[in-house]
């Protein structure tokens, strides 16, 4: 098994990022889209996350726009 | 019992619903996708694939129905899920075959009731090719939710042929997605969704698209599809990132810039399609969720792009948030039903990546080739997965866009993309794309003309020089050689010069029109001074205010007048009278200098929007370009007589004065006044035979009405100063045997900078002001000097060798109006402060001023469209629409109208034909009859002298009729008003309604007079309404209206079985008026009798007009078996709803053979002869001997019913599907037949043409009224007086048209007034007997 490329901090900063926001303001279980997060943000960060090799899953991550939910999809992604 | 669930449909679907139910034959909404598949296809996998995959998703398998509350879901049906497979390999095309396979099922239209609304088809085109078609109404899904779709069926195919199953796949539950969205409606989040929008929309803005019209989508769109490479995409999201911004709101910024460079507002509207997955379990369900996020912009074009593209993609993230708050409730909220009250413009969708679909061993090709309604146009950008490349796909409405105005509007929205996103502000970015700029810039050279350089002094002395024998000016009886013209010339100029007068000077002509007027010119330009004409019926105020001004820039030398007018002027007024002893003949004359090109010709004062009159100062060279063009370009010399009418403040007399003189020509000087009276001018135009003379065409539309005009021949006639309405021209034509020439240009250059040639050919709506003079330059720009496309409305500015010095002693506007020339370098440009749009034929259109735009409640309204609907109206000659204050703080339309001869105005009748043409909002309040329009000084509109109305109560009249109180009980009831409120005039929308109580009104209207509409045997409660649509509701949305509309549908008597298309019953009634006197319009060929609503609408509310059509509509219907078989049942369908009386009959066409047949036995009978009008009817003996014709005829026939050309279909074989697209697509009501219907109407055609040939004519021993097409039939036998042998007494009436257009606009303002007339003298000698 590879190194994982996206730690669940390196994914909160990609995310603190393109919401602007600190990500110390970030919580796991905090909804993204109560910080202004849209499905356009989404798409970028799968197609950004996608470049350094983690190929997420829209729908997976859109249901449930949480860091929690969304590094638990990514682990497993990881894992495989 | 498992038991079947129904469901009130989501929000979402709720929308779609009703867009299919208002128009059920269009098959928009079938959103398909079309894969080609290549290679080893295990076919049995892929069909248990898709089998399986629509089993898993039941948001597909739902049924609808019409429940009692509105309507419902049925869930849990039985699967359906079927995916067929058709061999189409046998085809010579197999490829084709099944793409044709598939555009065919695209067409078709889905009945949620009762069609299944997924279509899954494999079709084979060889043994490692197939398509797969998959067609699934919008109503149960959306493009995401396809992309669900398709991955499952991947996933579940590549787990039977690799045995790696994908679980990530699976769907979430519909169940679900309905609790969420239950749970939504009602909750607080919705409250305050709601409120966010209402608020951010609170102003209504108003919304306007690229291209002007009303944007409901039809039943196809046209598709341009551009790849856009690397370098663009690259461009875009390097910029993008850089900024840290989302590259889709980056584009999205710049689409809505794109769209504000041709809507010329900064601030737009445009629609953003939402998927609205995020943070819900439709993530995972393939259903029907999105929405359309209206995004308000400010395009500030001076910021850099990003902080721009910022504070955009800020509002859309915004509006993602609170974007579950559908966009139709939101329409609902704000009141904006209807296709012109509209919520956001374009609808900009950029997809970032598609999910890929990937069958395991299978090359895809994945394309879209409907995604639903287009109302406008859409801008779909799709990145491919990798995010290097981009497509755009552009949909347009064809309503609004022509295919090549899409093809356009895709590339140039490409270059935008890539010069924005290379360019820091959108400011420094070009509208044209680099290909469109250098054709731009290839027209503004075509003008260049080689014009000698030299004075209009020269030009005068040397025509007098080459032909001094020649006739030169005719005033009265009196009459000058050129040589003799030349010395009373010369004699003048000797007064002026020891009057002190010399070159540079200027010298005030005040003189009354006479050859002492045109003496007086002649010599102040030849001495090289400018003449400055004051007329002297102009209020003293103004004349003095023009003396003041020019006196302190350039002193005039002297002014010349008659001692009668002495007393206007100061006493110290170097006056120079005419017509006086001091003009007494000198032997020899005293010598004088000649003018420079670079000298001023003449100073003509016009009026400022300030009321300062400007003194415009033309040069020599100015005027020699435009007078030695018009020489040129229309052949003008010896033998021409240009009558001089115009007044000399007027600077179209500038050609009149000076052209005849410098061409070889004669001058005819119109006695003064005589310019006002059509009938004065009529008398010198054949008394001298005037070859050229000009109009303003207010002027020209009085000239016409004088009955001495008619028939006179004029070679040419010029009109200016105004707009030229195309019906003007088209009456012009009819009347007058001559060219007419349409000329546009301000005083500030030379009189006229562009001509149009407004032939009897030319179709314009509006007449353009064409193309530019010689070395003239025309442009159409944006508020930052940027040229602009073709079509899109800019200010017009001029440049050129005509362009005026500027404004006498006003050097500040002069810079004001006279700015630098940014394409040519060195020159000045005039900014004329009209609007304008360039053709693509590069005709310029004018449009109106910059400063005479309304806006009314928000809304921006062109008076010209309104006064174009007023005159539309056939009892209607002229009319001007003017925004007046209402006292209130605010601004009502009122319409000046004159009538057309003979015609009464009745002002509601107006209003409804007005209501018909434009939008409710631009109908005006008032309207005020006038006897003539009020005219200016110069034959212009003076809008000031227009008389303010006297507005009486708008609160609308109460209901009058049993049907208008039944309907405002309705309202009321639907509404949850007090009927007492609710007048007749009232609007069901402007009360509150919306779509979905539209439904219920309709389900009440239907319940209360439904067993009265129609006497249906079979008693079926949904065929008891047939006669009305959920579309009238829309259509006809106040009491008065809709009551009509129901009366109507009672007047159709006769059982009718071809259900669905109203207005097919055998007798129709077409309008309101009084049925003491009643028209009967008997179809023409092909059975159908609408073609005769112009007629009934013109002769309301005097006479009751009813249309008869064939029975053989019904298909079922027993084929007549001869035309006086056809007659006699005609006659007993008249006799039920008129028992006596004279019947008086009119027929178009076969029509005409009808109603003569009709008029023969009702005469045999006894009965007292009616009136009996024939349309251009032409016995059967002309006909026997033609070959039986054709089902190509048949169709031909329909297209011609529809007023239309067949040559307009294009060079193609006429099949039944193409000609009822194109009546579709040209938005003609027969385009709504049902198949049924259609065959009726052929089976009618292919009918009468066989029994006309059989059928021998009696003698009709009355008179008929006869209306011949005067354009037509040119080179064949047929006559009116072929009816000789079988009419006692023929009135034949010309008219001007074609035979095909003899029930248009412009025929049935000739037809109608016959027939009222004849109508009228019917009532008079009936009431005698």
Same mark, same amino acid.
């Given at each position: ?31 993204? =889209? ?5 499905? =356009? ?40 | ?116 609304? @997924?279509?899954?088809? !494999? ?5 490692? !090719? ?378 005030? @002509? ?108 033309? +040069? ?125 240009? &301000? ?72 700015? &630098? ?96 043409? @434009? ?10 009859? !006038? ?120 007047? #159709? ?22 049925? #003491? ?40 219907? #027993? ?71 054709? +089902? ?98 023929? +009135? ?9 257009? !003899? ?27």
């Amino acid at each position: 098994m590879t190194a994982p490329a996206i730690s669940l901090d390196t994914m909160r900063a990609d995310v603190a990022r393109i919401i602007g926001e600190d990500p110390s303001e970030i919580g796991d279980d905090d909804n993204l =889209i109560d910080f202004g997060l849209d499905s =356009i943000r989404v798409m970028t960060l799968i197609q950004r996350w996608g470049e350094k090799g983690l190929k997420l899953d829209f729908a997976q991550l859109a249901e449930k726009p949480t860091l929690a939910h969304w590094w638990s999809v990514a682990s497993r992604h990881q894992a495989e | 019992m498992t038991g079947r669930r129904t469901r009130r449909l989501t929000q979402a679907q709720e929308g779609l619903w009703f867009a299919q139910r208002l128009d059920p034959d269009n098959p928009i909404l079938n959103t398909g996708q079309i894969v080609t598949l290549r290679g080893p296809l295990d076919r049995t996998a892929f069909k248990a694939a898709v089998e399986q995959a629509l089993r898993e998703a039941p948001a597909l398998a739902v049924r609808f129905i019409d429940g009692p509350d509105g309507p419902e879901q049925i869930l849990d049906d039985p699967a359906f899920a079927c995916l067929d497979i058709i061999d189409l390999s046998a085809a010579t095309d197999p490829l084709q075959a099944a793409l044709d396979h598939i555009d065919r099922d695209m067409a078709r239209p889905r009945d949620p009731l009762h069609d299944l609304l @997924v279509t899954e088809e !494999l079709l084979i085109a060889g043994p490692d !090719l197939h398509v797969w078609n998959q067609n699934i109404h919008h109503l149960v899904i959306d493009g995401y939710g396809t992309s669900l779709l398709n991955r499952r069926i991947a996933a579940l195919y590549n787990e039977t042929v690799t045995a790696v199953p994908d679980p990530d796949t699976a769907f979430a539950s519909f169940d679900d997605l309905l609790a969420e969205d239950a749970a939504y409606q009602g909750s607080e989040r919705e409250t305050k969704e709601r409120a966010y929008w209402n608020e951010l929309f609170a102003d209504r803005p108003q919304v306007i698209g690229i291209a002007p019209g009303e944007a409901t989508s039809v039943h196809s769109f046209h598709r341009y599809t551009i790849d856009i490479g690397p370098e663009v995409t690259k461009a875009i999201t390097t910029r993008a990132r850089a900024a840290e911004l989302a590259w889709p709101d980056l584009v999205t910024t710049i689409a809505g810039a794109f769209v504000a460079r041709h809507t010329g507002t900064a601030d737009t509207v445009v629609g953003v399609p939402h998927m609205g997955r995020l943070g819900s379990v439709a993530a995972r369900v393939p259903a029907m969720v999105m929405n359309v996020l209206p995004l308000r912009m400010h395009i500030d074009e001076d910021v850099p792009l990003e902080e721009l593209a910022s504070s955009v993609a800020r509002q859309l993230i915004r509006g993602r948030r609170h974007g579950r708050y559908r966009s139709e409730q939101l329409r609902r909220d704000l009141g904006l039903i209807g296709g012109e009250r509209r919520l956001y413009g374009p609808l900009i969708n950029i997809m970032p990546f598609d999910m890929p679909f990937r069958l395991h061993g299978i090359d895809s090709d994945l394309r879209v080739p409907g995604a639903g309604a287009v109302d406008d146009i859409t801008f779909t950008l799709r990145a491919d997965a990798a995010g290097e490349t981009m497509r755009l796909e552009l949909d347009t409405n064809p309503t609004l866009y022509t295919a090549e105005r899409t093809r356009q509007l895709g590339h140039r929205f490409v270059a935008f993309l890539h010069a924005a996103s290379t360019h820091e502000k959108l400011a420094n970015t070009p509208t044209l794309s680099p290909e469109e700029l250098h054709r731009w810039q290839t027209v503004q050279t075509s003008s260049t003309h080689p014009v000698e350089d030299t004075t209009l002094a020269d030009l005068l002395a040397r025509r007098a020089m080459a032909q001094p024998d020649a006739l030169a000016l005719i005033d009265g009886d009196r009459r000058w050689t050129y040589a003799e013209l030349e010395r009373e010339t010369a004699h003048f100029a000797s007064k002026l010069r020891l009057a002190g007068v010399k070159k540079g000077d200027v010298v005030v @002509v005040a003189l009354p029109r006479s050859w002492n007027l045109v003496v007086a010119l002649l010599a102040t330009v030849r001495m090289g001074a400018a003449y400055l004409p004051l007329d002297l019926t102009h209020p003293p105020d103004r004349i003095k205010r023009i003396l003041d001004s020019a006196k302190a820039a350039a002193k005039p030398s002297v002014i010349v007048t008659t001692a009668e007018a002495k007393t206007i002027f100061p006493d110290d007024a170097p006056l120079l009278f005419v017509g006086q002893g001091n003009d007494v003949l000198r032997d020899a004359d005293v010598a004088f200098e000649t003018p420079a090109p670079e000298d001023a010709a003449y100073i003509i004062y016009t009026s400022g929007s300030t009321g300062m009159p400007k003194g415009v100062v033309i +040069e020599h060279r100015a005027i020699v370009n435009r007078l030695l063009w018009m020489g040129t370009h229309y052949g003008i010399g010896p033998g021409d007589r240009i009558l001089q009418k115009t007044p000399a403040t007027f600077d179209v007399s500038v050609w009149e004065f000076f052209l005849p003189f410098i061409t070889g020509a004669t001058l005819v000087v119109a006695p003064p006044d005589a310019h006002k009276d059509p009938h004065a001018l009529a008398a010198l135009v054949r008394e001298h035979g005037i070859t050229t003379m000009h109009f303003v065409p207010s002027m020209l539309a009085l000239f016409l009405d004088e009955p001495q005009t008619h028939g006179l021949a004029i070679h040419r006639v010029f009109v200016s100063g105004e707009e030229l309405p195309a019906d003007l021209r088209d009456r012009f034509h009819a009347f007058i045997d001559g060219e007419l020439h349409n000329l546009y240009g &301000p005083t500030e250059a030379a009189v006229d900078v562009s001509y149009w040639l407004a032939a009897p050919t030319d179709i314009s709506r509006p007449v353009p002001i064409g193309h530019p003079v010689w070395n003239t330059r025309l442009y159409v720009l944006d508020a930052r000097f940027r040229p602009l496309p073709s079509d899109v409305v800019g200010e017009l500015f001029l440049a050129g060798r005509q362009l005026a010095r500027g404004y006498l002693g006003q050097p500040d506007l002069t810079d004001e109006r006279f700015i &630098p020339d940014p394409f040519f370098a060195g020159e000045k440009m005039y900014r004329t402060g009209d609007l304008a749009r360039v053709r693509d034929d590069e005709a310029v259109v004018f449009l109106g001023r910059t400063d005479h735009q309304v806006k009314l409640r928000g809304l921006r309204i062109e008076l010209g469209e309104i006064e174009a609907a007023i005159v539309a109206d056939p009892a209607v000659a002229q009319a001007v629409v003017d925004a007046r204050d209402d006292g209130a703080g605010g601004k009502r339309l009122v319409g000046y109208l004159v009538a057309a001869p003979g015609s009464p105005i009745d002002s509601e009748a107006l209003r409804v034909s007005v209501a018909s043409r @434009v939008p409710d909002y631009m109908v005006p309040s008032a309207f005020v009859t !006038l006897d003539r329009l009020p005219l200016s000084a110069n034959g212009k509109l003076d809008r000031k002298a227009l008389p303010d109305p006297s507005f009486t109560s708008v609160a609308g009249r109460a209901p009058s009729t049993d049907t208008e109180r039944r309907l405002v009980a309705l309202f009321a009831e639907c509404l949850h008003l007090d009927a007492a409120t609710i007048s007749a005039d009232d609007d069901f929308f402007e009360l509150g309604g919306h779509s979905l109580l539209a439904a219920k009104l309709l389900k009440r209207i239907r319940d209360q007079w439904g067993s009265a509409l129609a006497d249906d045997a079979s008693g079926d409660a949904g065929r008891a309404g047939v006669v009305l649509g959920l579309g009238v509701i829309f259509t006809d949305s106040t009491v008065a209206r809709l009551a009509a509309r129901i009366d109507a549908a009672l007047a #159709a008597v006769g059982p009718f079985s071809v259900t669905d298309s109203e207005g097919l019953a055998q007798l129709i009634r077409l309008n309101r008026g009084d049925t #003491a006197s009643s028209l009967f319009c008997i179809h023409p060929a092909g059975g159908i009798s609408w073609c005769y609503a112009g007629l009934a609408r013109a002769l309301a509310p005097e006479h009751a007009v009813f249309g008869v059509q064939a029975r053989g509509l019904d298909a079922d219907a #027993a084929p007549p078996e001869s035309i006086d078989a056809i007659a006699a049942d005609y006659i007993g369908l008249i006799r039920a709803v008129q028992p006596q009386g004279p019947v008086h009959l009119a027929g178009w066409s076969v029509g005409g053979i009808i109603a003569h047949a009709m008029a023969v036995q009702l005469s045999q009978a006894g009965e007292p002869p009616g009136l009996l009008a024939m349309l251009d009817s032409y016995p059967s003996d002309s006909w026997r001997e033609q070959t039986d014709p054709s +089902e190509d005829v048949a169709l031909k026939a329909l297209v011609q019913i529809a007023g239309r050309d067949v040559s307009e279909l294009g060079d193609v074989e006429l099949t039944r599907e193409r000609v009822m697209r194109f009546l579709r697509d040209i938005g003609n009501p027969l385009g709504m037949l049902s198949d049924a219907a259609l065959n009726g109407v052929l089976n009618v055609v292919a009918a009468n043409n066989r029994l006309v040939r059989q059928h021998r004519h009696g003698l009709f021993p009355g008179k008929a009224v006869y209306f011949r097409a005067a354009l037509d039939h040119i080179g064949t036998d047929l006559s009116p007086d072929l009816w000789a042998p079988y009419i006692k007494q023929l +009135e034949v009436h010309e008219v001007s048209s074609l035979h095909a257009h !003899l029930t248009g606009a412009v025929a049935t303002s000739y037809v109608a007034p016959v027939i009222a007339q004849a109508l009228r003298q019917h009532r008079l000698t009936g009431s005698e007997n």
